[in-house]
């Protein structure tokens, strides 16, 4: 069995003190809470606060992304080393929002998950197809590309723990989710890409997540699917409530 992640997304949203009040409240929600994993990503100058906050809690952190070098003249990146240092276990890694607005490439997601794989987080590798794609029947072929041009070069022993969001562009922040069938067979076919790439072992432990308007009300809908491990949550992870409801899926 894969042990179910729920990661929350916060984009570009919150401050360091709202950041911690989120946390002050929402950590007594899910205490306790011991057979899923949790993970909250805050903006970057968030990062130090939340961490401090999470002490003594079982909720992971993670950075909304990472640049590949170690250090350098690199004006406006953070290194891995970095994030490993504020106390990030995590890296969300090729979000649509960073593919569609910031210029991000298959090729940039791949050099960005073999530094973080190397300073120890945890990728959480996002692909999705969009609206148009979906509707020229192309969701397949680019999710394999996406996937294959993603993991380009790596090993398998690199990414025994690499989480895998399915994102479909069109789901994200429009309250329109996707189905749990439409979700469920994104998912298998994403799995059975990385089994013929890297073999058996990797696809039984890759957890794979659904992300696109995850709310309290469908989540369990989603998880009862064979191959859906978890959720990336963008809007309705900003709210203590609604994201320990999410957390809680039954
Ligand atoms: P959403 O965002 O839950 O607000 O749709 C998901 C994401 O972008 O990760």
């Known amino acids: 069995m894969r042990r179910p992640l729920i990661a929350g997304n916060w984009k570009m949203y919150k401050t360091p003190a709202e950041a911690v009040d989120f946390v002050q409240r929402f950590a007594p929600l899910v205490a306790g809470i011991a057979d ?4 909250i990503a805050p903006a970057f100058p968030a990062l130090a606060a ?6 003594g809690t079982s909720v992971g952190l993670g ?8 250090e350098g003249a690199f004006t406006g990146q953070v290194a891995p080393r970095m994030l490993v240092a504020c106390g990030c276990r995590y890296a969300i890694i090729g979000h649509s929002e960073r593919r569609q607005y910031f210029g991000e490439t298959d090729a940039g997601v791949c050099r960005k998950i073999q530094s973080a794989v190397a300073a120890g987080l945890i990728p959480v590798m996002c692909v999705g197809e969009t609206e148009a794609e979906r509707e020229a029947g192309q969701t397949f072929p680019v999710l394999d590309k996406q996937i294959q041009n993603g993991l380009e070069g790596l090993i398998a022993d690199q990414l025994t723990a690499l989480v895998i969001a399915y994102e479909p562009v069109w789901a994200i922040g429009t309250g329109k989710t996707a189905t749990a069938g439409q979700a469920q067979e994104a ?6 890409r990385v089994a013929e790439r890297f073999g058996p072992a990797l696809p039984g432990a890759l957890r794979i997540l659904y992300g696109g308007s995850v709310k309290p009300e469908n989540i369990s809908e989603l998880m009862a699917m064979a191959d859906i491990d978890g ?10 409530d609604s994201f320990a409801g999410i957390v809680k899926f039954k």
Do not use: C
Request: net charge positive.
């Open 50 to 55: 939340v961490a401090a906050a999470l002490k």
């Open 231 to 240: 959720a990336l949550v963008g809007g309705a992870s900003l709210k203590p």
């Open 187 to 192: 998912h298998q076919f994403i799995r059975s």
């Open 63 to 70: 950075a909304q992304d990472v640049f590949w070098e170690a």
């Open 36 to 39: 899923r994993d949790i993970m």
